[in-house]
């Protein structure tokens, strides 16, 4: 038949929803079933970043659901109506072709990101990269720990500049991907290709370039390919699990060209931010939470992201095993009992002062003598440590000092740390002392 009917398409839907909740996303409603015929249920998408993650993550899903849902043998595919959007064919892809580009995830989208103080400067940059590429911050460089919403920006920008300026060129790549690349032109003498390849996008993205890291010749070559962007008002997107001069072995010129851009740091949340990004992920996936499980998840993964979206799904797996809503027992169950001892800011300031004999006023205070500044350093740097609060949020508990001056005690407190072994002893034993009290 030419058209399938409405009744098909939503018993697929609902079958998809039913055995496979943790693939189910909020914009499947947008999917339509264009055609069902010789065995084929032919899905349509928005745009190609659907189709790919649809072919990737939910091709059996969807077989799966149109079988039930006909009773007959049906495989599914997917397609958008954009012109360059092509089912994967058994041919390997020519050398430096976009097959190689990272695959955008339809769900990493700037309507899907949650700001908070953490990462506002970040969002802000990367809304303003994706109006004006090449004009607004350039290049914009986003460092973070793990799993706080780097790849999600850099997607995010990916989406928005494909959506908003057609016919300008994006290129979406791991730096695994920049450094094999080369490796391979070297030996195929085709460095003439690579370079025209990374050359002459419009926008050059690249995700985890620390591991730039010890080599030399790829970071030449990086560096000559950066010059020309930039020259040339292309834009330049990299993120970095920490600040450019941070990166080991990092060329001096990398680092100020890395630098001369906007550098933003995505710092762990704060827990209103960490339930407005739950209740954001339950949405997404279509997932009622009540607001006492919601503060229970973000109260329990205080520091990575992915953490978060882990333990929602983990509960609401659970409450389709029993058939059941989602309470705060079975969220509680499903998370497991037992929490450590959460350590309080206050907890360790009073554990600092008991330890150099000074007061918590001082350490809080303005003085900078150096019998106050050392534990003011160390507690800041234990309350980085053991705590989940943000560089911010520190930065409050010391008489409102900015990030800015929380990042760089915890650095210095690090570093001497390393080097010196009675400092990293004076550590362990305060932190032990604050994790099991009497603080």
């Not at 554990?351 to 350093?377: I, M």
């Amino acid at each position: 038949m030419a058209t399938a009917p409405q009744a098909v398409w939503s018993d697929m839907l609902g079958q998809v929803r039913l055995n496979h909740p943790q693939l189910f996303r909020a914009w499947f409603s947008d999917l339509t079933l264009a055609n069902l015929d010789g065995g084929v249920a032919q899905i349509r998408t928005r745009n190609v970043a659907q189709s790919q993650y649809l072919r990737r993550h939910c091709l059996q899903a969807f077989s799966e659901a149109a079988q039930a849902a006909t009773g007959q043998l049906i495989a599914a595919t997917f397609q958008s109506d954009d012109a360059d959007d092509t089912t994967a064919s058994d041919q390997s892809p020519a050398f430096g072709e976009p097959e190689e580009e990272l695959l955008l995830n339809p769900d990493c989208t700037f309507d899907h990101f949650v700001t908070g103080p953490c990462n506002r400067l970040a969002h802000a940059a990367a809304l303003a990269v994706a109006e004006e590429p090449g004009r607004a911050y350039n290049p914009f460089f986003a460092y973070g720990p793990v799993g706080l919403g780097k790849t999600h920006l850099l997607q995010a920008i990916s989406h928005a500049i494909r959506d908003r300026h057609e016919g300008m060129t994006t290129l979406y790549i791991s730096c695994e991907t920049f450094i094999n690349h080369f490796m391979e032109a070297v030996e195929q003498g085709a460095l003439n290709q690579f370079r025209y390849r990374y050359r002459h996008v419009g926008v050059l993205i690249i995700d985890d370039i620390q591991f730039l890291a010890e080599r030399e010749r790829s970071q030449e070559e990086f560096f000559h390919t950066f010059n020309t962007l930039h020259q040339s008002q292309r834009q330049i997107i990299l993120s970095a699990d920490c600040s450019p001069q941070e990166i080991p072995s990092l060329e001096e010129r990398l680092v100020s060209r890395f630098n001369s851009g906007l550098v933003a740091l995505l710092d762990r949340p704060c827990l209103e931010t960490r339930m407005a990004i739950v209740r954001k992920k339950a949405k997404l996936r279509c997932i009622d939470v009540p607001d006492d499980v919601i503060h229970l998840i973000a109260g329990r993964v205080e520091t990575n992201i992915r953490e978060l979206e882990g333990a929602l799904i983990k509960i609401d797996a659970l409450r389709h095993s029993r058939s059941g809503e989602i309470t705060l027992e079975l969220a509680r169950e499903a998370l497991g009992e037992g929490t450590p001892r959460a350590v309080r800011i206050p907890d360790i300031l009073e554990a600092v002062a008991d330890r150099f004999g000074v007061r918590v006023a001082d350490l809080q205070g303005k003085k900078r003598s150096k019998v106050v500044t050392l534990p003011r350093h160390i507690s800041m740097y234990l309350a980085r440590q053991l705590t989940p609060q943000s560089f911010e949020e520190i930065g409050g508990f010391f008489g409102g000092r900015d990030h800015s001056t929380v990042l760089h005690a915890s650095r210095v407190i690090d570093k001497s740390a390393q080097e010196d072994a009675a400092l990293r002893e004076l550590l362990d034993e305060i932190a032990s002392g604050v994790k099991n009290g009497p603080y």
